[in-house]
């Protein structure tokens, strides 16, 4: 009841917080249920393809519009995450078909935040899905470890579904990588040198970033795969595949709204690059 309170004044026409047109749910129920049928089948596939940020680049003023492709196994776009962004810290996110139906939707409203992850929203993020209350997105604490490289300083996400719920973190996961930055850490007291030239090397590793379902050291059940920071830029918006393992089709749906906080939460998007907060 209390989160179902909390929804409906985030939703309330007022202060700005209603997604605009773009976003609206068809009124039509039939091409709404459709349209959330088509999505699911696109996550019924072992893997999906993110495609890189279309639309404003880093750095644009705002009001901005961001799009982030959603290809299937063929590399058709099919889907699509739009990030309607009027302001700083304030956004607006969907998932749409490529006729331009939405199928999900989330706002947030939030503010600067700390570096390192330890800086986290406390309210919840209601999901609609196909027009209904779906879920939620909470953040949650992604411990800092100097040698453990982290995403941006993002927190980690548990995505909450009717059943199901996942968490994200924002530590990486790549077992190559994990090992090239801890081998940096140990060569340090032999100078900055031998460590600088491992920290290239990590550079051209692909990055990793691991779906559990639950917090900390449980069993992983899905990753999103990105290039390597040297061969495509740094922005987390660049292109990646999204492998879903062992997730159940509620959790695959809870993936795909965890990262789309994750996106419009980033630098970039509804916070400023120069700061990351």
Known sequence: AIMDVYAQSRYAPRAGNTPPPLQVMDADRTVVDAAVRFCDDVLASPNVT????????????MPMKVKVPIMDSSGEEVLSM????????????????????????????????????????????????????????????????PC????????????HGHGDRIYLSM????????????????LLPLGIVPSFFVLLRMC????????????????????RVMPAPCTDGCDLLRGSVLHFE???????????VAL?????ESPGVSRPVESGG
């Open 204 to 223: 051209c590793v692909p990055e990793e970033i691991a779906f559990r379902d639950g917090s900390g050291e449980e069993k992983v059940i899905g990753k």
């Open 50 to 61: 993110l495609g890189s940020r279309v639309g404003s680049p880093v750095g644009s003023k």
């Open 246 to 256: 062992d997730m159940t089709p509620e959790q695959r749906r809870l993936a795909l």
């Open 260 to 264: 789309m906080y994750n996106f419009a």
């Open 171 to 186: 530590a990486e996961s790549n077992p190559t990588k994990l090992k090239l930055c801890k081998a940096a850490c140990w």
């Open 148 to 159: 453990v490289p982290r995403a941006y300083g993002n927190p980690g996400l548990f995505a």
């Open 82 to 145: 739009v990030f309607e962004v009027p302001k700083l810290y304030e956004w607006h996110g969907s998932i749409v078909t490529a006729e331009g139906v939405s199928v999900a939707r989330m706002s947030n409203k939030s503010r600067p935040r700390a570096a390192c992850g330890q800086d986290i929203f406390t309210e919840p993020v209601p999901i609609e899905w196909g027009g209904a209350r779906f879920g939620e997105v909470n953040e949650a604490p992604d411990p800092c470890h």
